[in-house]
Structure formats: structure tokens, C-alpha cells
């Protein structure tokens, strides 16, 4: 009984001070100092984005490969119906911020008509020689409102003087030029370590890196180390139920990762490197005929766990050999597409009334008020006084509601801060913890068994400064599987509600925990 007259006696004061106007401070508060590192600009609307379209095509498309040889004949490569608008428009009605186009895959065919090479649509039937699939997909990306992507292999098995370190990077470099100052504006260079077997071959990518920023200043570098974006380690599009954006690039080299590591990322992390999580719709990366696509609850799963796991997600959807995303695979997509909408169109906590343990410039202080977690932005966000060692936050739904999904995120402008949490229903009289988390960072997604109830209480349970939420979300999935989390990845029980930093083993997310 007391617990609910403190709830509401919280909930009291919280409006009366609302109704009153009450500033809390005579001047205004300036926001708190960011935790480093921060993101860059690019950064923040590459995270922005959250979803990629992944776009494996070429000759191997149409030899039933998934490596190439660099020997198929360039007549291979003859799309019949080719229609880079197509891919455009499935990338931006299924929410996708961008599209990825492997210009080069390892057999060295060039999808733009490279002046450094005679292995190129140049040298294809289609369109009589005079095609231009770079082209063709920046236009229709361009049109549609989203952002371009490229993939250039560093390996190519068809350029001769592959394995001559000098020639080749002087190669290599001449054709990321031509891609970077003849298609506008690339929002993401995509770059592996894939290196051929038997060839002495050094990549320079530190050179490669530098040309590329150069050329691009709203570019992210994509590999297995960075710069500006990182490979979560696995290509089955699943994060760490931990993970970090703070990330130290010299604990790993393009090629040679920490598997953990790179899932993970790191609290003391010194450098500002967010996961991506790449998986393919289907079994391969290129299109195969006997091959059927993931469906879209499968879908919808892997988006929890990249997405929902403060990751970006790049999809893989591979064009048939008409030039085309298959009939069956836009279906999938279409049905991922409307799940998402049917979840996360309904949020129980609209309109719910907030108060927190305590509000920066004082409880009244509208510029940092709990009640900014209620709009889906990272630049409104609720943010306690300084010194304390607990934080909490109070939600009243308005009325009872069944839910089995709960959003959460921070202003990641102001650096990734929380280390733990919790979340509680009010059952009764007692309050009852639904779910349990580690790291929050840009978004983070929660799945429980369906509770239902009206009060909510977040306790923030450690963090590297003071915790700062900018969303709070509650809402019903009713087509992912029964969700039990004993049957899942699971945080250790919270011990203490102190200002805590984790220690982390790189072989292990949370190894430990360690009072700062």
C-alpha cells in the first residue's frame, strides 16, 4: 500500500508542477557534458538510418556462384529486364535508409564502366556495352530520397597485377576515384579483407581510408576495424546482447578480429565505432534459382537483435538474373515491412504521465523533463541532477495495457552511458521485474512474456556518468514466438544501484562488474 501512495504521490507532484508552470531554476540549464567518444556526423546519420539494402549482383548471378573466378566471359552478364528503380523503391517502402551495391565482387567485374579495366559491363552484351549500374542505382537511390552505398572488393581475382603491392593499390585506389567522383554523394564505402590465396598482397588501407574521406565528407567506412563503422563479427545479423559503440580499432585489424570483441565493443573503448550487422535474405549472397528466402518473422527476429541491439542492419537481397529483386523476396519484404508497423504504430506510453527520481535545474525544468522520453528523438531527453547514485523513472499508462515489447534509447550524441537496467510492473502492490538489460545506446529492444498492467518503474542500475533517455516506448508484438527469458541471453542479477563500470574479458561481453 505504501508503494503505490508514493507512486502516486510522485505522480501528484508531477503534475500540479507542470500545471503551475515551475521552472525549477531562475536561469536556464546548460545540457550535461558528453561522455567520450561521440559520434561524428556521419556517424549519427548512418545510425539514423538504421537499415540497409544489401545489393550482391554480377556475373556470379548468373554462373550460379558465389565466388567468381575472374575467368567468366563478361557475355555472361546479360539482365534481360535490369531495374535499378525497382531496388530503390523496395529499399525505401521497407524503411531501409540506404542501398549497398557491390560495384566489385572478388572476380574483379566491374558493374560501371571502369577506365582501368576491360573486365566491365563495357564488355557485356547489356545495353550494347553502354550500361552503367552504379549509375543506374545512384539515380533511382537519388530519387527515392535514400542513400548510396558502395562495395569495392580488395581482392580481384581477374587484374593481373594482383599480388604486386605497389601496382595494385595504385589500381585499386584509381577505381575507388572513379566511383567517389562520378555518382554524387556515397553515404557508405563497404571494404573486407578478403585477400587471394598464394598472392603476396598488402592492402594500404590506411591510404585507401584517407582518399575515401577525402573525397566523400558525409562518407562511413565500413570494415572488420572501422574507422567510422564496424562488422559485428558474424553474418547472421545478431549483436551482442551487450554491445557497445565505444570500440578501440587497434584491438582488431581488417581480417584479423576478436570475435567477442567485435560483437561487444568496449565501455573503455577510446574511438567511436558502431556495429553492423550484415545477413542475406537468403542462404547465399548472390541470387541462386533453387534458393528460397527468410520470412518475415524470421525477419523480424534478426531486427531485434541488430537493430534492437543499438546495431544497423544490412539486409541482403540479391537481384535475379532478369536484373530483378524476385517476386517471392518483395513479398518478404512487404510482410517484414508491415509487422514492423503493426508493433510499433501503437505505443501504450503516448500518453502517459511521467516523474523521475530527479530532473536536471530541478523538477520542474521542462528542457530536461521526464516527460521528453515520450517522443520517438534523440534530441529531446530526460536527464537527472548530477551526484546521484540511483535513478528512476515513474510511468502511468493512463489505464491497463497488455505488452510484450519495450523501446529504449539514449541520446548517443552525448556518448553511450548506460551499463544496466531494469524494468518493473506494479502487480497488486508489489512491483515485479519484467525484464532485465545491459547496454541501451541508439535503440534498444526488449521481449518478454505478455504482462499487463498500468505502472511501470525503469531503474537505471549503472552507468559511465549520468544517464540520460531520450525514448520510452510499450508496445504489443503478437507475431514473434513466445518469448521466455529463461531460454535466453540473460544479464546477471543487479546487485547495486551505484555508478558502476564493467571490466570486460574480451572473451566474454560482461565478464565482470566493478564499482567506479
Given at each position: 500500500?505504501?508503494?503505490?501512495?508514493?507512486l502516486?504521490?510522485?505522480?501528484?507532484?508531477?503534475?500540479?508542477?507542470?500545471?503551475?508552470?515551475?521552472?525549477?531554476?531562475?536561469a536556464?540549464?546548460?545540457?550535461?557534458?558528453?561522455?567520450?567518444?561521440?559520434?561524428?556526423?556521419?556517424?549519427?546519420?548512418?545510425?539514423?538510418?538504421?537499415?540497409?539494402?544489401?545489393?550482391?549482383?554480377?556475373?556470379?548471378?548468373f554462373?550460379?556462384?558465389?565466388?567468381?573466378?575472374?575467368?567468366?566471359?563478361?557475355?555472361?552478364?546479360?539482365?534481360?529486364?535490369?531495374?535499378?528503380?525497382?531496388?530503390?523503391?523496395?529499399?525505401?517502402?521497407?524503411?531501409?535508409g540506404?542501398?549497398?551495391l557491390?560495384?566489385?565482387?572478388?572476380?574483379g567485374?566491374?558493374?560501371w564502366?571502369?577506365?582501368?579495366?576491360?573486365?566491365?559491363?563495357?564488355?557485356?552484351?547489356?545495353?550494347?556495352?553502354?550500361?552503367d549500374?552504379?549509375?543506374e542505382?545512384?539515380?533511382?537511390?537519388?530519387?527515392?530520397?535514400?542513400?548510396?552505398?558502395?562495395?569495392?572488393?580488395?581482392?580481384?581475382?581477374?587484374?593481373?597485377?594482383?599480388?604486386?603491392?605497389?601496382?595494385y593499390?595504385e589500381?585499386?585506389?584509381?577505381?575507388?576515384t572513379?566511383?567517389?567522383?562520378?555518382?554524387?554523394?556515397v553515404?557508405?564505402?563497404?571494404?573486407?579483407?578478403?585477400?587471394?590465396?598464394?598472392?603476396?598482397?598488402?592492402?594500404?588501407?590506411?591510404?585507401?581510408f584517407?582518399?575515401?574521406?577525402?573525397?566523400?565528407?558525409?562518407?562511413?567506412?565500413?570494415?572488420?576495424?572501422?574507422?567510422?563503422?564496424?562488422?559485428?563479427?558474424?553474418?547472421?545479423?545478431?549483436?551482442?546482447?551487450?554491445?557497445?559503440?565505444?570500440?578501440?580499432?587497434?584491438?582488431?585489424?581488417?581480417?584479423?578480429?576478436?570475435?567477442?570483441?567485435?560483437?561487444?565493443?568496449?565501455?573503455?573503448?577510446q574511438?567511436?565505432v558502431?556495429?553492423?550487422?550484415?545477413?542475406?535474405?537468403?542462404p547465399?549472397?548472390?541470387?541462386?534459382?533453387?534458393?528460397?528466402?527468410?520470412?518475415?518473422?524470421?525477419?523480424?527476429?534478426?531486427?531485434?537483435?541488430?537493430?534492437?541491439?543499438?546495431?544497423?542492419?544490412?539486409?541482403?537481397v540479391?537481384?535475379?538474373?532478369s536484373?530483378?529483386i524476385?517476386?517471392?523476396?518483395?513479398?518478404?519484404?512487404?510482410?517484414?515491412?508491415?509487422?514492423?508497423?503493426?508493433?510499433?504504430?501503437?505505443?501504450?506510453?503516448?500518453?502517459?504521465?511521467?516523474?523521475?527520481?530527479?530532473?536536471?535545474?530541478?523538477?520542474?525544468?521542462?528542457?530536461?523533463?521526464?516527460?521528453?522520453?515520450?517522443?520517438e528523438s534523440?534530441?529531446?531527453?530526460?536527464?537527472?541532477?548530477?551526484?546521484?547514485?540511483?535513478?528512476e523513472?515513474l510511468?502511468?499508462?493512463?489505464?491497463?495495457?497488455?505488452?510484450?515489447?519495450?523501446?529504449?534509447?539514449e541520446?548517443?550524441?552525448?556518448g553511450?552511458?548506460?551499463?544496466?537496467?531494469?524494468v518493473?510492473i506494479?502487480?497488486?502492490?508489489?512491483?515485479?521485474?519484467?525484464?532485465?538489460?545491459?547496454?541501451?545506446?541508439?535503440?534498444?529492444?526488449?521481449?518478454?512474456?505478455?504482462?499487463?498492467?498500468?505502472?511501470l518503474?525503469?531503474?537505471?542500475?549503472?552507468?559511465?556518468?549520468?544517464?540520460?533517455?531520450?525514448?520510452?516506448?510499450?508496445?504489443?508484438d503478437?507475431?514473434?514466438?513466445?518469448?521466455s527469458?529463461?531460454?535466453?541471453?540473460?544479464?546477471?542479477?543487479?546487485?547495486?544501484?551505484?555508478?558502476?563500470?564493467?571490466r570486460?574479458?574480451?572473451s566474454?561481453?560482461?565478464?565482470?562488474?566493478?564499482?567506479?
Amino acid at each position: 500500500m505504501a508503494t503505490i501512495l508514493l507512486l502516486l504521490l510522485g505522480l501528484l507532484v508531477g503534475l500540479l508542477l507542470r500545471g503551475h508552470g515551475v521552472t525549477g531554476s531562475a536561469a536556464p540549464t546548460p545540457p550535461p557534458l558528453p561522455v567520450l567518444p561521440v559520434p561524428s556526423y556521419a556517424q549519427l546519420r548512418w545510425q539514423l538510418s538504421e537499415m540497409a539494402l544489401f545489393l550482391h549482383f554480377g556475373p556470379n548471378t548468373f554462373t550460379d556462384s558465389e565466388w567468381g573466378t575472374g575467368r567468366a566471359s563478361p557475355a555472361v552478364f546479360a539482365p534481360s529486364a535490369l531495374d535499378a528503380g525497382q531496388w530503390a523503391r523496395a529499399a525505401a517502402a521497407g524503411g531501409f535508409g540506404r542501398v549497398v551495391l557491390t560495384a566489385k565482387h572478388h572476380d574483379g567485374f566491374c558493374l560501371w564502366p571502369s577506365a582501368l579495366t576491360n573486365y566491365s559491363v563495357a564488355a557485356s552484351p547489356w545495353k550494347g556495352g553502354a550500361g552503367d549500374v552504379v549509375g543506374e542505382l545512384a539515380a533511382a537511390a537519388s530519387a527515392e530520397g535514400i542513400g548510396l552505398g558502395l562495395y569495392l572488393s580488395p581482392w580481384d581475382r581477374h587484374e593481373p597485377v594482383y599480388g604486386d603491392t605497389i601496382a595494385y593499390n595504385e589500381h585499386y585506389l584509381g577505381q575507388m576515384t572513379e566511383l567517389l567522383t562520378r555518382y554524387g554523394d556515397v553515404e557508405e564505402v563497404w571494404l573486407d579483407g578478403a585477400k587471394g590465396e598464394g598472392k603476396d598482397m598488402d592492402y594500404m588501407f590506411d591510404a585507401w581510408f584517407a582518399l575515401i574521406h577525402q573525397l566523400q565528407q558525409r562518407v562511413v567506412i565500413f570494415s572488420d576495424a572501422g574507422p567510422d563503422t564496424r562488422w559485428v563479427g558474424d553474418e547472421a545479423g545478431i549483436a551482442g546482447y551487450t554491445c557497445w559503440s565505444p570500440f578501440n580499432k587497434s584491438m582488431v585489424t581488417i581480417g584479423d578480429i576478436i570475435p567477442e570483441y567485435s560483437r561487444c565493443g568496449d565501455p573503455f573503448g577510446q574511438d567511436w565505432v558502431p556495429a553492423e550487422c550484415d545477413v542475406s535474405i537468403r542462404p547465399g549472397w548472390f541470387w541462386h534459382a533453387s534458393e528460397k528466402p527468410k520470412n518475415a518473422t524470421t525477419l523480424l527476429d534478426i531486427y531485434y537483435k541488430s537493430v534492437g541491439r543499438n546495431c544497423l542492419l544490412i539486409l541482403n537481397v540479391p537481384p535475379n538474373s532478369s536484373g530483378l529483386i524476385s517476386t517471392e523476396d518483395m513479398q518478404v519484404l512487404q510482410e517484414f515491412t508491415e509487422i514492423r508497423q503493426t508493433i510499433f504504430s501503437q505505443n501504450f506510453a503516448v500518453n502517459a504521465t511521467v516523474t523521475a527520481s530527479t530532473v536536471r535545474g530541478g523538477l520542474g525544468n521542462q528542457q530536461f523533463a521526464p516527460s521528453n522520453v515520450l517522443q520517438e528523438s534523440i534530441y529531446s531527453y530526460w536527464a537527472p541532477e548530477e551526484g546521484q547514485s540511483s535513478w528512476e523513472m515513474l510511468f502511468d499508462l493512463g489505464q491497463s495495457a497488455s505488452f510484450n515489447v519495450i523501446q529504449l534509447q539514449e541520446p548517443i550524441q552525448m556518448g553511450q552511458r548506460v551499463i544496466k537496467f531494469h524494468v518493473e510492473i506494479l502487480v497488486d502492490v508489489l512491483w515485479q521485474t519484467i525484464v532485465e538489460g545491459t547496454t541501451i545506446g541508439y535503440k534498444r529492444l526488449l521481449q518478454f512474456p505478455v504482462v499487463e498492467g498500468q505502472f511501470l518503474k525503469l531503474s537505471i542500475d549503472g552507468a559511465r556518468a549520468d544517464p540520460l533517455i531520450s525514448f520510452f516506448g510499450v508496445f504489443m508484438d503478437p507475431f514473434s514466438v513466445t518469448y521466455s527469458l529463461e531460454n535466453h541471453e540473460k544479464p546477471s542479477v543487479v546487485n547495486s544501484s551505484e555508478v558502476i563500470m564493467l571490466r570486460t574479458d574480451h572473451s566474454f561481453c560482461n565478464k565482470s562488474i566493478a564499482t567506479m
